[in-house]
T-cell receptor, first 119, second 114 residues
Framework: AQKVTQAQTEISVVEKEDVTLDCVYE???????LFWYKQPPSGELVFLIR??????QNEISGRYSWNFQKSTSSFNFTITASQVVDSAVYFC????????????????FGTGTRLQVTL | EAGVTQSPTHLIKTRGQQATLRCSPI?????VYWYQQALGLGLQFLLW???????NRGNFPPRFSGRQFPNYSSELNVNALELEDSALYLC?????????????FGPGTRLTVL
């Protein structure tokens, strides 16, 4: 069975601080995909990044960066110089490649981390 | 290009009634997924439809059901509503046989059961 753990329920930072959101996953598959989504107060999930299990290269996109480490089954997300607009709930998710062979199916989400950025 | 759309935005029902939620995927997407986001429970996978067939089902009772139409839109039905069914129901769609399973989410339907 697959599982995603986001141990941080809520984080509060002051604007311009850096913040890291932790994500630890469990899966028996060798091929899987990891995602981060942002959920602003409006409720709609906004896709941030996707990583497949064979690509451990870290990625940077503007103020966002992701650290994928298979050795520790972690896929952490860092926001540099946080801004008030970053306030949202962030979800880490995992998808195993199942049906048909080579394609993926449902997403298993962590419980989310609520990030509050204040002035 | 239009994103995933869901209707209605809000739905208020009473215990024992039935609720019908609708989802239209992005054009060209054949897979539709339903998730429930109840307070304190996070996002839970409900159902997955692909090419008109139910491919997978989450750990929910049979009173949660749905279908996918020939145009790939989907309907989620919840029978015999209970108070704990109050939640945000999110629909997502993805490309056929998407190897990376990138799912695009709609704005959700907030169901309130009184």
């Amino acid at each position: 069975a697959q599982k995603v753990t986001q141990a941080q329920t809520e984080i509060s930072v002051v604007e311009k601080e850096d913040v890291t959101l932790d994500c630890v996953y469990e899966t028996r598959d060798t091929t899987y995909y990891l995602f981060w989504y942002k959920q602003p107060p409006s409720g709609e999930l906004v896709f941030l990044i996707r990583r497949n299990s064979f690509d451990e290269q870290n990625e940077i996109s503007g103020r966002y960066s992701w650290n994928f480490q298979k050795s520790t089954s972690s896929f952490n997300f860092t926001i540099t110089a946080s801004q008030v607009v970053d306030s949202a709930v962030y979800f880490c998710a995992l998808s195993e490649a199942t049906y048909p062979a080579g394609t993926a199916s449902k997403l298993t989400f962590g419980t989310g981390t609520r990030l509050q950025v204040t002035l | 290009e239009a994103g995933v759309t869901q209707s209605p935005t809000h739905l208020i029902k009473t215990r024992g009634q039935q609720a019908t939620l609708r989802c239209s995927p992005i054009s060209g997407h054949t897979s539709v997924y339903w998730y429930q986001q109840a307070l304190g429970l996070g996002l839970q996978f409900l159902l997955w439809y692909d090419e008109g067939e139910e491919r997978n089902r989450g750990n929910f009772p049979p009173r949660f059901s749905g279908r996918q139409f020939p145009n790939y839109s989907s309907e989620l039905n919840v029978n015999a509503l209970e108070l704990e069914d109050s939640a945000l129901y999110l629909c997502a769609s993805s490309l056929p046989r998407a190897t990376d399973n990138e799912q695009f989410f709609g704005p959700g339907t907030r169901l309130t059961v009184l």
